[in-house]
């Protein structure tokens, strides 16, 4: 059954500007809210939003950031969308590219980078909010199952006996 009593108030612990080591818990492709069909190319009706969680230890594990880039792979160097791929997919050739969205998915998704952050004011004046600012190589290594488990499907950590 629907809940539609007054909603609890959460309180989210603000991530400071700093660099974190993370992974990539998804990716999705959401409409553009900044698309003009009238001067912008059928390419910009999209954007990415990435979604990637704190792995290192700490008091910021498990809190997740998001990240948005163009939905279209480019030659630019400052295409956000190649840079990331570049970073996370070492077999990456823009030749090649990929042949569609899931083997896109497959070979991005729980894959290890580092992200640079910096606090930004928001617009309402309601706070502030965590920006990632940068995409850097891993230097914790590959994700393990465990920590997927943990940190991106939310199981329980057990120890052994």
Do not use: C
């Amino acid at each position: 059954m629907p809940n539609v009593s007054v909603p609890p108030k959460t309180e989210f612990k603000p991530i400071p500007a700093d660099i974190f080591e993370v992974f990539i818990d998804s990716v999705e492709a959401i409409p553009n809210p900044f698309y003009n069909p009238d001067t912008d190319s059928d390419g910009k009706r999209e954007q990415l939003v990435w979604t990637f969680i704190i792995r290192e230890d700490g008091e910021y594990k498990g809190s997740r950031l998001r990240y948005y880039t163009g939905a279209s792979l480019g030659r630019h160097p400052r295409n956000k969308l190649t840079g990331l791929v570049k970073v996370v997919d070492k077999d990456f050739d823009i030749e090649v590219a990929y042949k569609n969205w899931d083997e896109f998915v497959d070979r991005l998704v729980n894959k290890p980078l580092r992200v640079t952050t910096e606090v930004v004011e928001r617009k309402d004046g309601e706070g502030t909010y965590a920006k990632v600012s940068g995409i850097l190589p891993s230097k914790m290594g590959e994700v393990s199952g465990a920590e997927i488990l943990t940190l991106g499907m939310g199981a329980a950590e057990t120890t052994d006996f």
